[in-house]
């Protein structure tokens, strides 16, 4: 098993930028992939960004070209970097990261805040 807890959520006003980070409670380099999710009031959870073992990144069409997705092995972390924040991006986010193959498992933080105001 494995703890992600998430930081650097807050309120922020619109244009404005936040850095959340997701520690794991242990080594994350079998993880293939982690990445963030965002939940809404009302709506679906959905991906917001990931990012692979090897690299690769993917991005919700909504906050292409504002966010970035980073992981640090040696810290056992992964990183979103928010710019150009707007108030759509309000919402829960969470970590998570997916682990082997087969068998496969998917590890979730408890989520952290972020609030954009406009």
């Known amino acids: 098993q494995v703890q992600l807890v998430e930081s650097g959520g807050g309120l922020v006003q619109a244009g404005g930028s936040l850095r959340l980070s997701c520690a794991a409670s242990r080594s994350i380099f079998s993880f293939n992939v982690m990445g963030w999710y965002r939940q809404a009031p009302g709506k679906q959870r959905e991906l917001v960004a990931a990012i692979t073992s090897g690299g690769p990144t993917n991005y919700a069409d909504s906050v292409k070209g504002r966010f970035t997705v980073s992981r640090d092995n040696a810290k056992n972390s992964v990183y979103l970097q928010m710019n150009s924040l707007k108030p759509e991006d309000t919402a829960v986010y969470y970590c998570?990261?997916?682990?082997?193959?087969?068998?496969?498992?998917?590890?979730w933080g408890q989520g952290t805040q972020v609030t954009v105001s406009s």
């Open positions: 998570n990261a997916w682990e082997g193959t087969i068998p496969r498992y998917n590890y």
